[in-house]
């Protein structure tokens, strides 16, 4: 029973977070288009950030999977997402309408993969580093799958609009088929004594430092690395080809992502979950200045490293939430937890709006070698809660 409905859990996931980056997937299409502004080509991307953050918020406010059964939540916010993100079929490439809908695409995601990482975590405890690893893997993993239904659709970016929502709409009725684990429990709601404990508890504060430092190079990176590969290899190579390997590069990276979580996650309660996030972040930054200092050169040197980056950029995501619960008196983890991944998520609206704006200004090398900065203090902050000091 726990391994089907973990499967089921999973293929639940991948297909429903696959709505979070379709805009970017099909940036490139739309733009051939319509005349679309940089601004609402940011907004696009950013408006989901923004209304993760919106959704998360009124979810832990109310206790929506406390007051209901949590497979249900999911099954409604996936359903509801998907019928939202097909408005882009109809809806004018940049125009409120879109935009809107990519915002309430977000806020609805918010009782996808939250809701999904409590119903996994019910089934274990020994192996809850590998559950919520898991979990993480199949965000990431749902996360690159529009590149790859781009990439199968090539200008027709409405089909790839359609498929994801398609899929997100039957990841809810697969939610229905999950069972619930001998360990599910109601989570705590949002607790405004969770805001003055983060900042006086030094470990709840470096690990969301941490997270905070992962989370400005994360989603920058996925959304617009397609973009920039594109860019990077229309120098050696035509429009058309630097397109069509730029959207498996990002497909590529981001998915090998999802398969390094699984294996951070097995690992880092035996080697420690500090230190696995310093080595993700010590790699994924060398890589942020690495793709910045090979921009313009030889694809295939830029694919190994990008998708390399891609690897070591997210299995960290998972043991910074786990470093507050373990830091936190269990009424307070679950509103931590919230208030961390609302600060995080937050920090993403600034920055996938402002990446194509800086990348305008001052060119792609610059911007991907910013977000290395990210890692890097980071590093920091991990390293005093590393076990071993």
Not at 40 to 65: E, P, T, Y
Not at 191 to 210: D, E, H, M, Q, Y
Not at 234 to 239: E, Y
Not at 284 to 305: K, M, N
Request: aromatic letters at 8%; one cysteine or more; a positive charge.
């Amino acid at each position: 029973m726990k391994t089907r409905s973990i499967i089921i859990l999973l293929a639940a996931e991948i297909a429903a977070m696959s709505l979070w980056f379709v805009s970017a997937a099909i940036l490139p299409e739309m733009v051939r288009e319509a005349a679309v502004s940089p601004v609402r080509q940011a907004a696009l991307s950013s408006g989901v950030q923004a209304g993760f953050v919106i959704g998360a918020l009124i979810s832990a406010v109310f206790g929506l999977a406390d007051r209901f059964d949590p497979r249900r939540v999911f099954a409604f916010c996936a359903i509801s997402a998907g019928l939202v993100n097909a408005l882009l079929l109809v809806a004018a490439p940049g125009s409120g309408l879109a935009i809107a809908a990519r915002i309430i695409t977000g806020a609805l995601l918010a009782g996808v993969y939250p809701v999904g990482m409590k119903i996994a975590v019910g089934w274990g405890q020994k192996d809850r580093g590998f559950l919520v690893g898991a979990l993480v893997g199949a965000l990431t993993l749902g996360s690159a799958l529009p590149h790859l239904i781009a990439l199968s659709g090539g200008a027709n970016w409405r089909l790839t609009v359609a498929i994801a929502s398609v899929a997100a709409i039957a990841a809810g009725v697969l939610s229905l088929a999950v069972a619930l684990g001998p360990y599910h429990a109601r989570a705590g709601k949002f607790s405004p004594r969770a805001i003055s404990f983060a900042w006086t508890n030094r470990k709840v504060r470096l690990a969301i430092a941490g997270y905070l430092g992962h989370m400005w190079e994360l989603y920058a990176m996925w959304a617009w690395i397609g973009v920039a590969m594109a860019v990077s290899y229309s120098v050696t190579m035509s429009a058309e080809d630097a397109g069509y390997y730029a959207k498996l590069t990002a497909f590529l990276a981001i998915g090998a992502g999802g398969v390094a979580c699984v294996i951070a996650g097995l690992v880092a309660d035996k080697f420690g979950k500090a230190e696995i996030a310093i080595i993700a972040m010590v790699v994924s930054g060398t890589c942020a200045l690495a793709t910045a200092a090979t921009f313009g050169g030889p694809p295939w040197v830029s694919f190994v490293i990008v998708v390399i980056w891609g690897m070591a950029i997210v299995p960290d995501s998972a043991q910074f939430s786990a470093l507050v619960a373990d830091a936190s008196p269990p009424e307070l983890a679950g509103s931590l937890m919230t208030f961390q991944t609302a600060l995080g998520f937050a920090l993403t609206i600034v920055t996938v709006q402002v990446t194509p704006m800086l990348a305008a200004s001052f060119g792609w090398p610059f911007l991907l070698a910013v977000l290395a900065v990210g890692p890097a203090l980071g590093i920091m902050a991990m390293l005093p809660l590393c076990s071993r000091r």
